[in-house]
């Protein structure tokens, strides 16, 4: 597999989660694991580009693919950049798997309606900070890479 631009082999058990893996073995950190069910999305990763939960897939079905965690978005992103001026990260559990969600959204559809925003964020769980703040900073990054087009 290909993780955040770089080739990886290693082994894993055949039980092995993703998200465990990328923590454990790679040490990427910003891959968290909060209910392990698939639910609060903070272990959200791209797998090709499309947002996944990586403690719902075991590692062995993420061969031949190509992985990006919070850790390969880089600086280049911006999208951090509009979640930090917005207000839109509190205690930053939840905020790597916001962003790759947002990622994925915005490669998809680079100029997405309030709508798709918020459907593309409904499988990601915060408790403390509000979803308006996220939504504006998704919405915001979006106009600012329009602009920059």
């Known amino acids: 597999m290909e993780v955040n631009g770089q080739a990886v082999e290693a082994e894993a058990s055949a039980v092995s989660r993703l998200s465990r893996f990328l923590r454990d073995v790679l040490g990427l950190t910003g891959v968290k694991e909060g209910c392990c069910e698939g639910e609060c999305g903070s272990c ?4 090709d580009g499309k947002p996944v939960n990586s403690c719902l897939m075991l590692t062995f079905q993420a061969a031949g693919h190509k992985i990006i965690t919070v850790e390969g978005l880089g600086e280049s992103s911006g999208l951090q950049d509009a979640f930090l001026q917005l207000g839109a990260v509190q205690c930053g559990y939840c905020t790597p798997g916001i962003l790759m969600a947002a990622e994925g959204l915005l490669r998809a559809s680079p100029n997405p309606l309030e709508v798709e925003i918020r459907h593309a964020l409904a499988g990601n769980v ?4 509000g979803f308006e703040i996220i939504i504006q900073a998704v919405a915001a990054h979006a106009a600012a890479r329009e602009v920059a087009r």
């Open 44 to 47: 959200t990763v791209l797998l």
């Open 126 to 129: 915060c408790r403390c900070t």
